[in-house]
């Protein structure tokens, strides 16, 4: 920091000062602030320009571990919890793509807004503010978006293809994730006990497309 010309700070003194600084997660991951309207012009310009230059099928948008929000003055003066918050942010931006490109299928990630995965009533997440932060963020998905579940843990799956099924949500399984492709038999099991399981995609991290037939063969005999 650097004084400015007449300022009465002397040295030896004693300051006390308030900033917000970007928390940043493994070294790259920033997030960006819910609750700020710039944000929502980017996106909007965003949106234009893919459906002018790309004209895509449909629009994924990207909630996905969002690991930190709600401490700055934007997020504390709205008095919402993340959880509301991001329910706003998926509202508002569900209505870009719509006002932008009607009619086009809208998918998102699952996790944010899944009570069994990270969007959980109570316990910390990252550095997001407050105690099951994410809780009832589901509220703002329009029913019309397609969820894509990747909640294939065993203990939770079946509550939370439920959960989304019981909000009128159609849904994909995002499965593989660089596993032996059998791991996928016990998660259409229970896909079976939900309405409006639509279809499954081969998801991987690791770039690993070598497993890519296995998979469907797989798929084609259950």
């Given at each position: 920091m650097t004084l400015p010309e007449g300022s009465r700070i002397r040295d030896g003194q004693t300051v006390s000062v308030d900033y917000y600084h970007t928390a940043m997660i493994y070294r790259k991951q920033v997030m960006c602030c819910l609750s700020e309207p710039k944000l929502y012009e980017i996106l909007q310009w965003q949106i234009e320009h893919v459906r002018r230059n790309l004209a895509p099928d449909g629009y994924f948008m990207?909630?996905?571990?969002?690991?930190?929000?709600?401490?700055?003055?934007?997020?504390v003066g709205t008095g919402l919890t993340p959880g509301e918050l991001l329910a706003d942010s998926v509202g508002k931006c569900t209505a870009i793509i719509k006002q932008?490109?009607?009619?086009?299928?809208?998918?998102?990630?699952?996790?944010?807004?899944?009570?069994?995965?990270?969007?959980?009533?109570?316990?910390?997440?990252?550095?997001?503010?407050?105690?099951?932060?994410?809780?009832g963020s589901w509220k703002g998905l329009d029913k019309d978006v397609i969820i894509v579940n990747w909640n294939s843990r065993p203990a939770s799956r079946l509550n939370s293809l439920r959960h989304f099924a019981q909000l009128g949500h159609r849904q994909i399984l995002a499965g593989y994730y660089d596993v032996p492709v059998e791991r996928i038999d016990g998660w259409l099991e229970d896909a079976r006990k939900v309405e409006g399981v639509m279809g499954v995609i081969y998801t991987t991290w690791q770039q690993r497309y070598d497993d890519l037939e296995a998979f469907s063969r797989r798929l084609g005999k259950r």
């Amino acid at each position: 920091m650097t004084l400015p010309e007449g300022s009465r700070i002397r040295d030896g003194q004693t300051v006390s000062v308030d900033y917000y600084h970007t928390a940043m997660i493994y070294r790259k991951q920033v997030m960006c602030c819910l609750s700020e309207p710039k944000l929502y012009e980017i996106l909007q310009w965003q949106i234009e320009h893919v459906r002018r230059n790309l004209a895509p099928d449909g629009y994924f948008m990207m909630h996905d571990e969002m690991r930190v929000q709600g401490w700055d003055a934007s997020c504390v003066g709205t008095g919402l919890t993340p959880g509301e918050l991001l329910a706003d942010s998926v509202g508002k931006c569900t209505a870009i793509i719509k006002q932008q490109d009607a009619g086009k299928p809208i998918y998102v990630w699952s996790d944010m807004f899944d009570p069994h995965h990270n969007a959980a009533a109570t316990g910390r997440y990252y550095l997001v503010k407050g105690d099951g932060p994410w809780h009832g963020s589901w509220k703002g998905l329009d029913k019309d978006v397609i969820i894509v579940n990747w909640n294939s843990r065993p203990a939770s799956r079946l509550n939370s293809l439920r959960h989304f099924a019981q909000l009128g949500h159609r849904q994909i399984l995002a499965g593989y994730y660089d596993v032996p492709v059998e791991r996928i038999d016990g998660w259409l099991e229970d896909a079976r006990k939900v309405e409006g399981v639509m279809g499954v995609i081969y998801t991987t991290w690791q770039q690993r497309y070598d497993d890519l037939e296995a998979f469907s063969r797989r798929l084609g005999k259950r």
